[in-house]
């Protein structure tokens, strides 16, 4: 154990996890979407504070917390402001600016730092993305149809007769065989595990990561809790915690070419899609299965996330750059020291349009593709962390300037690196596959907080 490890665990063991205030932590924030899940994204507008407020009110008692949210058998609702929605109920000015920066610019304005150009700029997107109107998502996650469709209705009846209030778009998610998205792999395996929240962990998560790095209140990795808004003895920001949101389109077909093209035959294939992400479509992991899938493995949450790297450290199972080992390096020895907890999101990412066809080459017009939510409490700059660090560069992980396979923007004539004996492969050519189509960051409130957004108390 290294001497910063062993100061670690001192730290660790001398400060006991304060108990989380389990009924004032939206449920979103410590507990899994189901599997299978059906849901709705829902954005809206505050055309007044009154009206801001009054359907604050309405949304407030079915909010779900994490005190309610023992298992995932019934549908919940969550909600999440933009800085320009705090803006619109006419909160105070000083509490405003209380905000982190990133937060109050907004995601469009901080597309430098995001590393969003060309296909990718604000100037791309859909509305209401990036455009200032958008005050105001409300989530429904259900594990079944009729369940959403019954939260679905109690959502809409909070919106209807409002004055002052209009919903901007809806955008339906879910329904996935196996819970896979929109390139067919199954989802939302590999999330961290939260010092003394209450939802099952499972092998392979690691150490809980203190609960103040996602969960504004409670100290963090740090030992101290990370930065409020408002004053502290009574702030607006305890028990919340921000949201990154980020729209994404999903070449499908040209997945589909890129890997008839490099990888051979069907198993090829198959096994050049698993080098690019780091598991199976199954969910098996390469770490655990490195040379054919496994299903019964991908589907096993007590194995299929219980590995490490530190028997591959040159990448001959699961490469240095391949999506999965980018996000979550674990203990690989990178050639840039990084704490890795320091720059974990809780995601709760969900996939819409039709789901994976691999006979599909060219496209069938069909919108496909994945809502990436990323919840902690830095969201908006650990994303701009990645974006410029692990995603768009490949310094940390000794690839220069390779980015990742997945949801990177590549420019002309990219390469992926397969290392391999003797001598390690670079496929060229390799493409965007996900190009963005808008986004924002978010605040969601605790329940407590939400009450006194909805009766201007803040």
Same mark, same amino acid.
């Given at each position: 154990m290294s001497i910063l490890d062993k100061v670690k665990a001192l730290v660790h063991h001398e400060a006991p996890a304060p108990a989380l205030e389990l009924h004032d932590i939206q449920a979103t924030i410590l507990f899994d979407r189901p599997d299978p899940y059906f849901g709705t994204h829902v954005l809206l507008r505050f055309d007044s504070a009154a009206g801001g407020r009054a359907l604050l009110a309405r949304l407030a008692p079915h909010v779900r917390s994490a005190a309610d949210a023992a298992d995932n058998a019934e549908a919940w609702i969550a909600v999440a402001l933009s800085h320009a929605g705090l803006r619109a109920?006419?909160?105070?000015?000083?509490?405003?600016?209380?905000?982190?920066?990133?937060?109050? /610019?907004?995601?469009?304005?901080? %597309?430098?730092?995001?590393?969003?150009?060309?296909?990718?700029?604000?100037?791309?997107?859909?509305?209401?993305?990036?455009?200032?109107?958008?005050?105001? %998502?409300?989530?429904?996650?259900?594990?079944?149809?009729?369940?959403?469709?019954?939260?679905?209705? =109690?959502?809409?009846?909070?919106?209807?007769?409002?004055?002052?209030? =209009?919903?901007?778009?809806?955008? /339906?998610?879910?329904?996935?065989?196996?819970?896979?998205?929109?390139?067919?792999?199954?989802?939302?395996?590999?999330?961290?595990?939260?010092?003394?929240?209450?939802?099952?962990?499972?092998? #392979?998560?690691?150490?809980?990561?203190?609960?103040?790095?996602?969960?504004?209140?409670?100290? #963090?990795?740090?030992?101290?809790?990370?930065?409020?808004?408002?004053?502290?003895? /009574?702030?607006? #920001?305890?028990?919340?915690?921000?949201?990154?949101?980020?729209?994404?389109?999903?070449?499908? %077909?040209?997945?589909?070419?890129?890997?008839?093209?490099?990888?051979?035959?069907?198993?090829?294939?198959?096994?050049?899609?698993?080098?690019?992400?780091?598991?199976?479509?199954?969910?098996?992991?390469?770490?655990?299965?490195?040379?054919?899938? /496994?299903?019964?493995?991908?589907?096993?949450?007590?194995?299929?996330n219980d590995f490490t790297y530190s028997k591959d450290q040159e990448g001959l199972r699961v490469p240095h750059g391949c999506h999965m080992r980018r996000m979550n390096p674990r203990d690989s020895k990178l050639a840039i020291l990084t704490d890795v907890n320091l720059h974990r999101l809780i995601r709760r990412s969900t996939t819409f349009g039709p789901p994976y066809r691999p006979d599909l080459f060219e496209d069938d017009g069909a919108e496909r593709g994945l809502f990436f939510i990323g919840l902690s409490a830095k969201a908006p700059e650990t994303m701009e962390f990645m974006q410029q660090e692990w995603i768009n560069h490949g310094n940390f992980i000794d690839l220069a300037d390779e980015r990742d396979p997945i949801v990177g923007q590549q420019p002309d004539g990219a390469t992926f690196t397969l290392p391999e004996r003797p001598v390690r492969r670079r496929i060229h050519g390799i493409q965007s596959f996900c190009t963005l189509r808008g986004g924002e960051y978010l605040f969601m409130p605790g329940l407590r907080a939400l009450r006194r957004l909805a009766g201007n108390q803040a």
């Open positions: 109920l006419d909160l105070d000015a000083a509490l405003l600016d209380s905000f982190p920066a990133a937060f109050r /610019d907004g995601m469009a304005q901080r %597309a430098e730092r995001l590393q969003d150009y060309g296909p990718n700029a604000p100037e791309t997107w859909e509305a209401p993305y990036g455009s200032g109107q958008l005050h105001l %998502a409300v989530s429904i996650f259900a594990p079944d149809e009729t369940s959403w469709r019954a939260a679905m209705v =109690t959502a809409h009846e909070q919106f209807a007769g409002i004055a002052g209030v =209009t919903v901007l778009g809806s955008h /339906d998610f879910g329904a996935q065989p196996d819970s896979r998205n929109s390139f067919g792999y199954r989802d939302n395996i590999g999330n961290p595990a939260v010092e003394g929240g209450t939802a099952p962990t499972w092998p #392979g998560q690691g150490r809980p990561v203190k609960a103040g790095e996602f969960i504004l209140g409670y100290p #963090g990795e740090a030992g101290v809790p990370l930065a409020q808004p408002g004053p502290v003895q /009574d702030s607006i #920001g305890r028990n919340g915690t921000y949201v990154v949101l980020r729209k994404y389109h999903t070449d499908v %077909a040209a997945f589909n070419r890129f890997l008839r093209e490099h990888g051979g035959d069907a198993h090829g294939q198959e096994l050049l899609a698993a080098k690019l992400v780091g598991r199976w479509r199954s969910g098996a992991p390469l770490a655990l299965a490195p040379e054919r899938d /496994d299903p019964e493995l991908g589907a096993d949450r007590q194995r299929n």
